[in-house]
Structures are given as structure tokens and as C-alpha cells.
Nanobody
Framework: VQLQASGGGLVQAGGSLRLSCAAPGDSLDFYAVGWFRQAPGKEREGVSCISRRDDSIYYTDAVKGRFTISRDSSTVVLQMNSLEPEDTAVYYC????????????????????WGKGTQVTVSS
């Protein structure tokens, strides 16, 4: 599956952005999906992931209460509110067809299919 992410940009602290990930020509119904990010000089981090097995959702602690992930057959959306400078990173969407892992597993270990990243910059 090919993934296309969009929606990044520059926003002031406290603002909001909405990231979208589309899979043209494919259905995401049979995939676990997630959003990851990588800030300069830091390792990649799983931000939020949805399990295919049971639709369980995982959020990393740093974004709980501020970010919301949602999905339908063709799109995965990450709504990001109350953005902080520490959220500045390149954000990647990802998908994996394996059925038997939970959301926290996917965010910890990554997925097989990756889209190109979209830059999110939060100014203080």
C-alpha cells in the first residue's frame, strides 16, 4: 500500500493542525495504521497507532489528551490540538497488514509500509 501524508505546517504554540494520510486505490480496512514522528537528533517515536485486531488505540504519553487519531476506509487522520514546541518533528504515517498486534506494539516497533513525512513546526 502506498501512503500519502499531508497537513503539516508552521503553527504557534497552542494552535492546531490536522494531518491526513491517504492510500489511493487501496482500502485501509485491513491494516493497522499509525503516526510516527522524528525530531532532529532524536529517534523515531510512535505517536498514535490503531490495531487491526481490535481497533485498540495507543497514544504516547506526551500527546495524550491533545492528539486524536481516527480512521475510515481510505484515510487516517491525526488531529493535533494544543501544540507545543516539543511536537516539532517530521511526521510519518504507516500501515501494516498483520492482524495480531495491539496498538502499543505497533507504535513501539513500527510498521511495514511508510509514507513520506510531513513537517510540523511549532513556534514558541
Amino acid at each position: 500500500v502506498q501512503l500519502q501524508a499531508s497537513g503539516g505546517g508552521l503553527v504557534q504554540a497552542g494552535g492546531s493542525l490536522r494531518l491526513s494520510c491517504a492510500a489511493p486505490g487501496d482500502s485501509l480496512d485491513f491494516y493497522a495504521v499509525g503516526w510516527f514522528r522524528q525530531a532532529p537528533g532524536k529517534e523515531r517515536e510512535g505517536v498514535s497507532c490503531i490495531s487491526r485486531r481490535d481497533d485498540s488505540i495507543y497514544y504516547t504519553d506526551a500527546v495524550k489528551g491533545r492528539f486524536t487519531i481516527s480512521r475510515d476506509s481510505s484515510t487516517v487522520v491525526l488531529q493535533m490540538n494544543s501544540l507545543e514546541p516539543e511536537d516539532t518533528a517530521v511526521y510519518y504515517c504507516a500501515a501494516d497488514s498483520r492482524a495480531y498486534y495491539s496498538g502499543d506494539y505497533w507504535c513501539a516497533y513500527g510498521m511495514d509500509n511508510w509514507g513520506k513525512g510531513t513537517q510540523v513546526t511549532v513556534s514558541s
